[in-house]
């Protein structure tokens, strides 16, 4: 009963440290941009803007694949904040974006 509790012990800690080591290893930095943007969408996923809601617009626009906030549920006010947090919010090599409203 002890030598079952004792590799069961070694086996645990041995995975453990393994699941670790590839946390770390395989971690994924997200641009906090992305998550900003898609919370200041309206949450709608509508896709009225082309793009498989909200969060596949933000990822669009964070990733140059359009320059237009072309989110028709959004009110003009909404359209702006996000052009202008993402004119004026560099990524982590201090890049801005440069996009528009519709």
Do not use: W
Request: glycine share 8%.
């Amino acid at each position: 009963m002890i030598n079952a509790l004792a590799v069961m012990l070694v086996l645990g800690c041995a995975m453990g440290l393994i699941l670790y080591l590839a946390s770390t290893a395989f971690h994924v930095e997200v641009d906090e941009r992305l998550e900003k943007t898609t919370a200041m969408l309206p949450g709608y996923n509508c896709g009225s803007c082309g793009y498989p809601g909200c969060s596949g617009l933000a990822s669009a626009l964070i990733n140059k694949e359009t320059d237009t906030v072309n989110c028709r549920p959004c009110k003009k006010e909404q359209r702006d904040a996000i052009v202008e947090y993402l004119n004026n919010t560099p990524d982590a090599e201090g890049n801005t974006l440069k996009v528009k409203s519709i």
